[in-house]
């Protein structure tokens, strides 16, 4: 069987940060905006200096038709990818990787200045001053930049008092353990994105669970279009009532099939603001035909079972562009709907029968 998986453990602290730099490391644009306060980076700053565990790094090593993945972040100063070889995706550990960056450059990301986060040497903790004329507190970012750190160094060093010799070398022992701190690296070499979304949903587990429609919603937000407010008005109390909630997945796949005529998770997550803005109307007016179709086939209540099959049948009607199913379709279609239903066939291959059956669907449209 081939390896798929690399545990690397000769990383240090310098490595990470020279290899996200240098545009060696890329963020995915499924994950989540960089989000930490002043102060949880403070917490992990202190960790590193008295050389906690911070938990591994997980890589993904994406081949190159994955560069429109990349989300690029100016305010960051990072290389942009060259796009003529493969990518190496953070999936885990970004916000942490972020944090330590932006504390240990001195940068400012959206509007926070995470260049005010000081080490003192004297007290030997990282910290936010309260007052800029309180001594001691140096600028974290000072520590590894070549330059910054030995003019401080020097500082400290000539200062006469032994008290000050003994912060000068605290000065030194904070800068050797963030050189030489060891980090863990588990790279992913899976070129399946389902395969790899998979493990993206189960190691983001802290906190709020991370589901494939958050990643979705993420990549198709805008101003002028948010997926989650239309499903939340599509889904009022009178569709509740009548139906029960359609899920996100109905919208997610509905709309994938309707741009893409297909519905795998790499299509889904290349779904941008302006195509689900733009197809939004007609998706819409699509589902509410599809959910007129349940109700002349006796299919009430609760439709939560058959996320699946709505989709499929609002693509008939976005694809058509009717309201009502022809007549002559009406019996092949229900025919379809409950031979699928009784043998399960969306119980395996989910992606790979919906495809078959948008041709199939596509093909019906244009024999007639």
């Given amino acids: 069987m081939e390896q798929k ?58 081949p190159p038709e994955y560069s429109s993945f990349i989300r690029e972040n100016e305010e960051l100063g990072i290389q942009k990818a060259q796009g003529n070889g493969s990518f190496q995706f953070i999936l885990d550990g970004q916000q942490r990787m972020i944090s330590i960056y932006v504390s240990l450059r001195g940068k400012i990301m959206e509007g926070t200045d995470y260049g005010a986060i000081c080490f003192n040497p004297v007290r030997k903790e990282f910290l936010l001053p309260r007052s800029k004329t309180v001594k001691n507190n140096i600028p974290a970012w000072k520590l590894l930049d ?46 399946e994105l389902d395969d790899v979304v998979e493990i993206f949903e189960r190691i ?33 109390d009178d569709v509740k009532k009548k139906y029960g909630k359609l899920s996100n997945k109905v919208f997610t796949l509905s709309l994938t099939l309707n741009i893409f005529d297909d519905a795998r998770t790499l299509y889904q997550l290349r779904l941008t603001p302006k195509q ?13 035909s599809t959910l007129e179709f349940f109700k002349q086939m006796h299919v009430t209540g609760d439709l939560s079972a058959y996320h699946n099959f709505i989709p499929l049948i ?55």
């Fill in 5 to 62: 998986l690399e545990i690397i453990n000769n990383w240090n602290l310098k490595k990470l940060l020279a290899e996200l730099e240098s545009g060696n490391i890329k963020i995915p644009k499924f994950q989540r905006n960089y989000i930490w306060e002043k102060t949880k980076v403070v917490k992990l700053l202190n960790s590193i200096y008295n050389q906690y565990p911070i938990g591994s790094f997980f890589f993904w090593i994406a």
């Fill in 146 to 191: 070549k330059k910054a750190y030995a003019e401080t160094y020097k500082e400290l060093i000539t200062n006469s008092t032994t008290k000050n010799n003994v912060t000068a070398e605290n000065w030194r022992e904070c800068q050797e353990v963030f050189t030489n701190y060891p980090v863990s690296i588990v790279k992913t070499m899976n070129e």
């Fill in 204 to 236: 983001n587990q802290g906190g709020k669970h991370l589901t494939v429609f958050d990643l979705i919603h993420a990549t198709t937000w805008s101003e002028g279009f948010d997926m989650k407010d239309e499903i939340a008005a599509f889904n009022s």
């Fill in 314 to 368: 609002q693509y008939y009607f976005f694809k058509s562009g009717l309201k009502e199913i022809k007549e002559e379709h009406q019996k092949v279609i229900e025919k379809w709907f409950w031979d699928s239903k009784f043998k399960k066939r969306y119980q395996s291959s989910v992606y790979t029968r919906m495809k078959e059956d948008a041709n199939w669907i596509l093909e019906l449209i244009e024999e007639n």
């Fill in 276 to 288: 689900s803005e733009n197809i939004w109307p007609k998706t819409k007016t699509a589902l509410k």
